[in-house]
């Protein structure tokens, strides 16, 4: 098939890597503009972009594409099929209609569940044991598009959301190649979102980040792993910002809230209803990510001092 590539960070990449290997024809691939990252602020290109450069794709980087300059471009490269994944700009209704085959998006969640721009974060901070990819019809809404194909999986009581992102991405990237043979074939369904059933999955921000010691431990343990790898949970010591980046619920303790009840190889903190937390992995302010006991060999620390 003919087909648009839209997308831009790295959970986009495994879905663009597949579908050229799968013998698709990339016309082009469109993405963000590069963007000044690090001490210089040096121009860097999206992931999606160093894919399809390396693949001799012709790359386009329109700051939106509700414009008519944008629109007869798209139209000019006469798509079967548009695929945007993680693309970070809404389609308007005069780029969905060009393609013969619609615009069909990945997206990291089990549909209606989670729409919006952080579903993998929020399966995660929410304590969700199920999540999934999702592939569908791309519509004027926010993820609201008929469904196409689902795939699920648990997710782990200790994993990350930036685990858990590569694993979807790698699904994902399997779900829209098995859903554009589909398409050619003429055997894809449609199905329709139950809108009753959607929850919204809002952006992250650093405001989330401070650790509740009220909190019952598994509460802020999902804390930890759905703010991770960014941005990042955080608590203070001595006034200054300790990042906890790994942590484990654990049993056999009591103390007030944010209390240290081991600090003798093990950092061990309790929270709410008795219930107790191990730092595994934490960042002192200025300081580089290392294990907890390694935090404690530097820092010795008086159990009952409360964070």
């Not at 980087?61 to 629109?71: A, Y």
């Not at 994902?172 to 050619?184: F, P, R, S």
Request: proline share 6%.
């Amino acid at each position: 098939m003919r087909i648009i590539f839209m997308g831009t960070p790295d959970f986009a990449v495994p879905c663009l890597s597949k579908l050229i290997k799968a013998g698709h024809n990339i016309c082009a691939v469109f993405t963000q503009p590069d963007k000044p990252k690090g001490r210089g602020y040096k121009l860097t290109p999206p992931p999606v972009k160093k894919l399809a450069l390396e693949n001799g794709i012709e790359v386009y980087q329109p700051k939106t594409l509700r414009t008519e300059d944008s629109t007869q471009l798209v139209k000019d490269l006469k798509p079967d099929v548009i695929v945007v994944v993680a693309y970070g700009k809404i389609l308007p209704k005069s780029i969905l209609e060009i393609p013969t085959y619609g615009c069909i998006n990945v997206h990291a969640s089990l549909l209606p569940k989670y729409r919006g721009a952080a579903p993998i974060q929020w399966s995660v901070l929410n304590g969700d044991k199920l999540t999934g990819v999702t592939t569908m019809y791309m519509a004027e809404g926010l993820d609201t598009g008929d469904i196409i194909l689902s795939q699920k999986t648990d997710i782990g009581s200790d994993e990350t959301s930036g685990e858990l992102h590569d694993r979807l991405s790698e699904m994902g990237a399997d779900l829209i190649v098995e859903t554009l043979k589909q398409v050619e074939n003429g055997t894809v369904e449609r199905i329709p979102q139950d809108d009753e059933k959607s929850c919204y999955a809002s952006m992250l921000s650093k405001d989330m980040s401070h650790i509740n010691w009220n909190k019952t431990a598994l509460e802020i343990h999902n804390l930890v792993r759905g703010l991770s790898p960014w941005p990042v949970a955080n608590t203070k010591y001595n006034n200054k910002l300790l990042k906890v980046h790994r942590s484990r619920v654990t049993d056999g303790y009591s103390g007030e809230p944010g209390e240290i009840v081991e600090a003798n190889g093990n950092f061990v903190v309790c929270c709410a209803d008795n219930t107790a937390i191990e730092l595994l992995e934490v960042q002192y302010e200025g300081k580089k990510r290392m294990s907890g006991k390694d935090f404690l060999c530097g820092h010795p620390i008086r159990e009952k001092t409360i964070l």
